[in-house]
């Protein structure tokens, strides 16, 4: 039955049939990546195995390809994903031959290169973006549902449906518990994971509040003294508790303060004191960090004690290892396992081990140049009215607390791809102006116009 997994495919090619192809993103491809899970696949013989996400984004690239391979913004983060693609397929090439990587060489294309592609290449309106960030803010807010049947009742609903039509490919995700309660991962796998989703999700529907954006009441229901945005924050910000996850909540704080920047009349004054306060709070926790992680996990006395423990060890003892082979890395599965240590729970360190200090660094160059472009965009923009209604620093607040949400989990499933075509949009954002496009609306109406008419690709 793992044949189900493209059936995102026949639909994607009805509705470019029918429609175009930015709708059968938003309608087919976004759904299936941000409400399927990651982990089903359809497995056949001699053939790379797509999920439903990746299945879903092939007809809809190659008819973007088709069409409009030429209409193509260049920049230097185009560059940045291609050179990271790069060394990770030959590096996985190199250690596994490309029987073990064609798996993953297919995985770099499907969920990483061509969600980039299209995120960039459909998004180009100010109404597209805010098309795509009410679609993908609706999704993750109608899982929280789900979340909470997992919190509740301790294990997975998404399990309970798709492991009957895929048996044994979920078998690695298990529900965690902490503090005796069950944290909630859905179509994630993984809470962490989750809790980035929700992160993610949370701050761009606050964007969304604070540019007036949301109808102010529900279509069919009608919540006493709850309006649509109210509502919303409210479900966002139980899904994020429910996950329990401690890196993704510390994140979300980080990307609502460097969103605070731009709601300011004096963005670059508030950038001071927002550096200021983070080094004020984040030396002194950190220095309590490490003394709290150095005890190791013999010492804990708390089960959070001991995961923190468990973190600091890792580096210990696979920063040697990684460095060992330090410019291909090991290979996907190749990396030696320490005993008792066999979860890496640091990205950036796994990403070392697996394809080599080229890739983390390349990773790492992707998060602090986007942050970069988009606080710079930001700050040439000064203040938009309505208060707080930038996506410039709200996209670099996401970014900056992806950063520091995978130094405590892998980024795995269903993230990548939400990473790449996170990347997409902000690249497109900025490459359309950002910011600064709309401090003149009146101006770049018949310039957006004619954009629009030339990115609706409907097949005849």
Known sequence: MSILAIAPALLAMLWLARSSCRKAYLDIYLFTLFALPGWCRFIAPGTPDPTFHEAAILPISLIYLWKYHRRWQYSITDLLVVLYACQVGYSEYEN???????????????????????????????SHRVDFVKRLVWLVACLVFFFAIEARLGFNPYRFIFDRFFPGQGDGWVTTFRYGLARAAGPYGHAILAGIVLMIAFHL?????????????????????????????????????LTMVRGPQIGAVIAGAVSFIGAGTNPRRRAGWVALSILAVGIPAGIIGYSYASVGRASATTTSQESAAYRKELIDKYVDIALERSVLGWGRNGWPKVSGMPSIDNYYLL??????????????LLLIVMIARLLSNGMKAGMLKPKGSSLSFRLAGIYAGFTFSV????????????????????????CSGGDLALL????????????AARFEIVLA
């Not at 007036?212 to 009608?222: A, T």
């Not at 130094?407 to 900025?430: C, E, K, Q, S, W």
């Open 96 to 126: 596994a031959g490309y029987k073990e990587a064609q798996n993953l060489l297919f995985d770099l294309i499907a969920a990483g290169l061509l969600p980039y592609l299209l995120a960039k290449g459909l998004l180009n309106e100010h």
């Open 205 to 241: 529907h606050r964007w969304l509040n604070n540019g007036n954006y949301w109808e102010s009441r529900f279509s069919r229901i009608n919540i006493p003294g709850m309006t649509k945005s109210k509502t919303l924050t409210i479900i966002l910000f139980a899904g994020l508790a």
């Open 407 to 430: 130094l405590t989990v892998y980024m795995g499933d269903n993230v990548i791809p939400i990473f790449f075509t996170m990347l997409g949009f902000a690249d497109n954002y900025l």
């Open 440 to 451: 003149e609306p009146q101006a770049s109406k018949p310039e957006s116009a004619s954009k």
């Open 351 to 364: 990403l070392a081990l697996m394809h080599g200090v080229p890739a983390t660094a390349l990773l790492l």
